[in-house]
Structures are given as C-alpha cells and as structure tokens.
C-alpha cells in the first residue's frame, strides 16, 4: 500500500518570502502522479499543482513549484513570494497511474501561517 | 467554484436520525469519492464509485451507505450515527487514471 508523509505539521513564512513544504512517500509502482491540495479556512480543497511521475521535470503553476526527487521518493512543494491568501492547510496526495478509479492517499497536512 | 457540489453545507443530527447527504458533478467524471475528514487527521477515503459501480469501501461502518445513481450524483444515506462521526465529509470527482480530483466544499456534520 502507498504511503504519504508530511513531517512538517505546521509551518510559518513572513509575507513575500519563500516557504518549502515537505512530502515524502512510498510506493512500489512506477505510474503514479502526485498532488499537492490547499485547504484555507472555507475548507475547500483546492487543487494547487499536480505532477506526473514519469516526467522528469519538475511542475510549476505561478508561484507554485515543486521538487520532484523520483528515486527519494520525495514532492516538495515551494512557495514563493507568499500572500496572506496562501495561509492554509496544505495536503500533499497519491495517486496511482495503474489502476482504474483509484483512490487518492493523503498525508497529513502542513498548516501553514503567512506573517504579514 | 470546482464543479463539485454538495448540500447541505452544514448538518446536525441526532444519533437515531436518517439523513443523506448529497453530492452532484456535470463535469463529466467518471469516477467519485467520499471522504471524511476528522480534526487532527488525514483526508480518509470512505468510497469509490467508477462508472457508477462501488470500486472501493475502505472498511466503512454500515451506518454509512453510499448510492450512486449515475455518474453525475453520489449520495451519503446516514442512520444510526456516532458523536465521533462528527467530521466534514468531502465528495470529490475524477476522470481516470491519475487526473486530477476535483472536491466539493463539504458538508459539516455534527452527531449530537
């Protein structure tokens, strides 16, 4: 079974800076995809970035970007030039490429706090 | 605004209550998830619908039953709940293979 790790449950980052996100996971498919979701008070989850395990070339949306380390097994997510907007809980997910309909898994969250 | 909706937002009821909570999707996904999510911790998957068959049940009490009439509505039927099934429930919607889920807002149930 595939895990996800967050070691971080709560981070802070003052307002314009950058802020790295930890994830570790564990899987013994190579066809998966990662995830990271924001979760802000109105606890919605909304999809921030999404990166394909095949592609060696890390996923960037904005501000948004992570490092992606294939053989650590490690997703990171950066932050940059943080908003107040960007506070959150952050979940990092799994999913696999292989089989049809599959689940999401999810770690535990990073609360992250932006200090204007 | 996902195009994930569920209703109601927020519920309370009592433990010999039936309620159902519902969750609607015309963004032409085949697959849809039910979710719980407790204070303190993870996201856990209760249910997997694709192509309107139950895939998955991730050991789910019988006091929660899914119904997946097509593939644009989940539904959550509820009955004889516990105080500690208190949480926000989050139906999400896929297309396949890796696609990106889309979530609802939730609903907020409170088990009094």
């Known amino acids: 079974a595939q895990t996800v790790t967050q070691s971080q449950p709560e981070m802070s980052v003052q307002e314009a800076e950058t802020v790295t996100l930890s994830c570790t996971y564990d899987t013994s498919e190579s066809d998966y995809y990662l995830f990271w979701y924001k979760q802000p008070p109105s606890r919605q989850m909304i999809l921030v970035i999404r990166?394909?395990?095949?592609?060696?070339q890390n996923a960037t949306e904005n501000r948004f970007s992570v490092n992606f380390q294939k053989a650590a097994k490690s997703f990171s997510l950066k932050i940059s030039d943080s908003q107040l907007g960007d506070a959150a809980m952050y979940f990092c997910?799994?999913?696999?490429?292989?089989?049809?309909?599959?689940?999401?898994?999810f770690g535990e969250g990073t609360q992250l706090t932006v200090n204007p | 605004e996902t195009g994930v909706t569920q209703t109601p937002r927020h519920l309370v009821m009592g433990m010999t209550n039936k309620k159902s909570l519902k969750c609607e999707q015309h963004l032409g996904h085949n697959a849809m998830y039910w979710y719980k999510q407790s204070a303190k911790k993870p996201l856990e998957l209760m249910f997997v619908?694709?192509?309107?068959?139950?895939?998955e049940n991730n050991s789910v009490p019988s006091r929660f039953s899914p119904e997946c009439p097509n593939s644009s509505h989940l539904f959550l039927h509820l009955h004889t709940l516990q105080p500690e099934d208190s949480a926000l429930y989050l139906c999400?919607?896929?297309?396949?293979?890796?696609?990106?889920?889309?979530f609802g807002q939730g609903t907020r149930l409170t088990v009094v």
């Open positions: 999400a919607s896929s297309q396949d293979y890796g696609e990106k889920a889309f």
């Open positions: 619908y694709n192509f309107k068959e139950q895939t």
């Open positions: 990166q394909e395990a095949y592609k060696q």
């Open positions: 997910a799994y999913r696999s490429g292989e089989t049809s309909g599959s689940r999401l898994t």
